[in-house]
């Protein structure tokens, strides 16, 4: 007899398996129909109803299962095995068919490399059996609904903003090809492989999507099909795929190694116990060493910065809600695994070094894409740096900076993408006066800049919290931590600083530009800014019904322990903070006009004599000088050729240690 509690028990955990299930496919559908789809109007009510849905599904995803501790779901394995391989066997002919129309042997002999891999594992399943058992391939946890929402609320919005960016795009390239139906079809598509990534229990269905979103950034970045666009496409494509053939690797290891199929489960894998620390190790770090290739950490960095060729959506999608986090979201999965080994030490310190010398060269950077770009480098260096060291502090931090990262950084990617349209350039100095002629972008992207290193929006509170864990890692790595985020932040101190700078001077007047900016555009800023100033605010809720949780389930976290991240006078004391911050850059642009007026009453002074022109003044001995402002780029110290060079030396060594230390354990 069963009751009726049993009764709601199973209707809700088969609504929840249906709400996993419509999120991985619901998108794949768009974009099979935008695939098809040439009209302009059509599509924006495709692509905005989508995105809508999809958002509202994350959303109800969480209220779902808000509570709830890992469940999971038995799916027979052998058959959707059957279907993966074959995908991948389309996937690798694809791939191998664009090596060789465009030239590129390397890339193409990467990919037959990974593909006898996989052939490898194929063999070993059939025959030990790791094919032919059913396991629990789909869950959900209180990390992967975070991750969850960041892709369905973020990458949904970056596709609404694309309607009227890319119709602008086109105006301004028009001797870009309009693939548009193309371009939609792979950014729904995208969404689909990244909830399909942090749905996955089973790592051949996590490697499968994790090989969608690598050949779909290939695509992104190469749209344009310009010269420069279809190098830094494949690029990226060679250094993921070093990423795909050790993931490929762990999988072999698994199969000959394990003593059941269950290892294939990630959620088995992360709580082996003492017995089978070797057995998890060594994936732990294959499968490690491709999140650094994905997420763009030296040395690796370079296909990051190229991909900024790409339209900007492609940046905002690639650098905020997917294809980085990916590589993030599976080194902090195994940081259990990690915590206190040698591997992960150097792991740790690969981000800590890429969170250091990233941050170095972004004040180098006068293009706000690059500079965005080597920001997201520097942050994902520090998210890394957290995984390796594997205490539950660490990964508390690391999961707020993942939030916080994607709201804050999605916004400044698209505001820049807005301001470029507008004015003709991405160049900093160009924005100079932004106040003035774009006043309310401009408020967004200082509230956007105030998110990424002001106390109490995300990366502070985040930096506080990884601070605490470097100083409780062990000695000679917490040190060295330590002082790679105390230097780091910094310098990031410095560059955002400089831009915030720029974007309220004032030299002439200017008209207003933001007249022509789309209203799909200005529908998405309004959200995603409200979203930073609201994660900021609800941070400790996040923290208290999601993350905590997570942290006792997974790393076997207690309440005292976890109670001490966080204390109630710390919290009154970043609300007033974060009252004041979002009350500076409103309070500017509301008494704008005012500010605007005072400026004009105040004659400019260069070197105590009056300047009659906004351009020019006269000198000590009656010649005219033209007058300019700039910031400072220090390139003779941050060089970015050279922190390159000494980041990509440093950190190849830390990683051929890793391999020569997962070499040591195999045999």
């Known amino acids: 007899m069963i009751n009726n509690d049993e009764c709601t028990i199973w209707y809700q955990r088969c609504f929840v398996e249906f709400l996993l299930l419509f999120l991985i496919f619901f998108p794949l559908v768009l974009a099979c129909i935008l695939l098809g789809i040439r009209g302009e109007k059509l599509r924006d009510i495709i692509v905005t109803t989508g995105a809508l849905v999809i958002g509202t599904g994350t959303l109800y995803l969480l209220i779902a299962t808000l509570g709830s501790h890992a469940t999971y779901y038995l799916t027979n394995t052998q058959t959707v095995h059957y279907i993966l391989f074959?995908?991948?066997?389309?996937?690798?002919?694809?791939?191998?068919?664009?090596?060789?129309?465009?030239?590129?042997?390397?890339?193409?002999?990467?990919?037959?490399?990974?593909?006898?891999?996989l052939i490898i594992f194929g063999?070993?399943?059939?025959?030990?059996?790791?094919?032919?058992?059913?396991?629990?391939?789909?869950?959900?946890?209180?990390?992967?609904?975070?991750?969850?929402?960041?892709?369905?609320?973020?990458?949904?919005?970056?596709?609404?903003?694309?309607?009227?960016?890319?119709?602008?795009?086109?105006?301004?390239?028009?001797?870009?090809?309009?693939?548009?139906?193309?371009?939609?079809?792979?950014?729904?598509?995208?969404?689909?492989?990244?909830?399909?990534?942090?749905?996955?229990?089973?790592?051949?269905?996590?490697?499968?999507?994790?090989?969608?979103?690598?050949?779909?950034?290939?695509?992104?970045?190469?749209?344009?099909?310009?010269?420069?666009?279809?190098?830094?496409?494949?690029?990226?494509?060679?250094?993921?795929?070093?990423?795909g053939i050790t993931f490929a690797g762990a999988l072999v290891y698994i199969t000959y190694t394990a003593p059941s199929p269950e290892y294939l489960n990630l959620s088995t894998l992360t709580t082996a116990g003492p017995d089978l620390a070797l057995l998890a190790l060594v994936?732990?770090?294959?499968?490690?060493?491709?999140?650094?290739?994905?997420?763009?950490?030296?040395?690796?960095?370079s296909w990051l910065i190229g991909a900024m060729v790409a339209p900007t959506p492609v940046s905002a999608l690639l650098h905020s809600s997917t294809?980085?986090?990916?590589?993030?979201?599976?080194?902090?999965?195994?940081?259990?695994?990690?915590?206190?080994?040698?591997?992960?030490?150097?792991?740790?310190?690969?981000?800590?070094?890429?969170f250091f010398l990233a941050s170095c060269i972004a004040i180098t950077q006068n293009n706000a894409k690059k500079l965005l770009a080597y920001s997201t480098i520097a942050n994902l260096g520090l998210v890394v740096a957290c995984a390796g060291v594997g205490s539950h502090e660490a990964v508390w931090a690391a999961i707020l900076l993942i939030i916080f990262h994607a709201v804050a950084k999605s916004l400044l990617f698209l505001c820049t993408g807005t301001v470029e349209h507008q004015i003709g350039s991405r160049d900093i100095e160009e924005?100079?006066?932004?106040?003035?002629?774009?006043?309310?972008?401009?408020?967004?992207?200082?509230?956007?800049?105030?998110?990424?290193?002001?106390?109490?929006?995300?990366?502070?509170?985040?930096?506080?919290?990884?601070?605490?864990?470097?100083?409780?890692?062990?000695?000679?790595?917490?040190?060295?931590?330590?002082?790679f985020l105390a230097l780091g932040s910094g310098v990031t101190v410095f560059f955002w600083t400089k831009w915030m700078g720029k974007l309220i001077g004032y030299h002439e007047e200017k008209k207003n530009d933001e007249e022509s900016v789309n209203r799909s555009e200005w529908a998405v800023l309004y959200i995603i800014t409200g979203l930073v100033a609201l994660v900021a605010f609800t941070f400790p809720l996040i923290s208290g019904t999601i993350l905590e949780p997570y942290l006792i389930s997974a790393h076997n976290a207690t309440t005292e322990s976890l109670d001490k991240l966080l204390f109630y006078d710390d919290l009154i004391i970043i609300l007033l903070m974060l009252s004041l911050i979002v009350v500076m850059p409103l309070s500017l642009y509301f008494f704008r006009h005012a500010w605007k007026e005072s400026y004009?009453?105040?004659?400019?002074?260069?070197?105590?004599?009056?300047a009659l022109s906004p351009h020019s003044f006269t000198g000590s001995i009656g010649v005219q000088k033209e007058m300019g402002l700039s910031n400072y780029y220090l390139e003779d110290i941050f060089g970015e050729l050279r922190m390159l060079r000494i980041g990509d030396l440093c950190t190849i060594a830390l990683i051929v240690l890793i391999f020569a230390a997962l070499i040591g354990m195999v045999v």
């Not at 074959?86 to 990974?114: D, M, N, P, S």
């Not at 063999?123 to 609904?145: C, P, Q, R, V, Y």
């Not at 294959?286 to 690796?300: D, N, R, V």
């Open 600 to 610: 004009r009453k105040v004659p400019r002074y260069v070197c105590g004599r009056e």
């Open 431 to 483: 924005m100079n006066g932004l106040f003035v002629t774009m006043p309310k972008v401009a408020t967004m992207m200082l509230i956007g800049m105030a998110g990424m290193f002001l106390a109490p929006f995300g990366m502070l509170i985040s930096k506080w919290a990884t601070l605490r864990a470097f100083v409780d890692a062990s000695p000679p790595l917490g040190i060295l931590l330590v002082l």
């Open 123 to 243: 063999m070993g399943s059939l025959t030990s059996g790791h094919a032919t058992t059913e396991g629990a391939n789909l869950f959900f946890d209180e990390f992967s609904i975070i991750m969850a929402l960041i892709i369905g609320i973020i990458g949904s919005l970056i596709c609404i903003y694309s309607l009227g960016y890319m119709r602008s795009y086109h105006l301004h390239h028009p001797e870009i090809s309009d693939r548009r139906p193309f371009f939609f079809f792979l950014l729904f598509l995208f969404l689909s492989a990244m909830f399909g990534l942090v749905f996955s229990n089973n790592l051949v269905w996590l490697f499968f999507f994790w090989e969608i979103t690598t050949v779909c950034s290939f695509l992104l970045i190469g749209y344009a099909k310009t010269k420069d666009a279809i190098k830094n496409g494949f690029l990226a494509l060679l250094l993921n795929l070093l990423g």
């Open 86 to 117: 074959l995908l991948e066997i389309g996937i690798t002919l694809f791939i191998l068919y664009l090596c060789r129309k465009y030239h590129q042997r390397l890339v193409a002999l990467l990919v037959c490399i990974q593909m006898a891999i």
């Open 323 to 354: 294809m980085v986090k990916a590589g993030v979201y599976v080194i902090v999965r195994f940081a259990p695994v990690l915590e206190g080994q040698f591997i992960g030490m150097l792991i740790a310190l690969v981000g800590g070094i890429t």
């Open 283 to 301: 994936p732990a770090g294959l499968i490690s060493f491709a999140g650094l290739t994905k997420s763009a950490q030296m040395p690796f960095s």
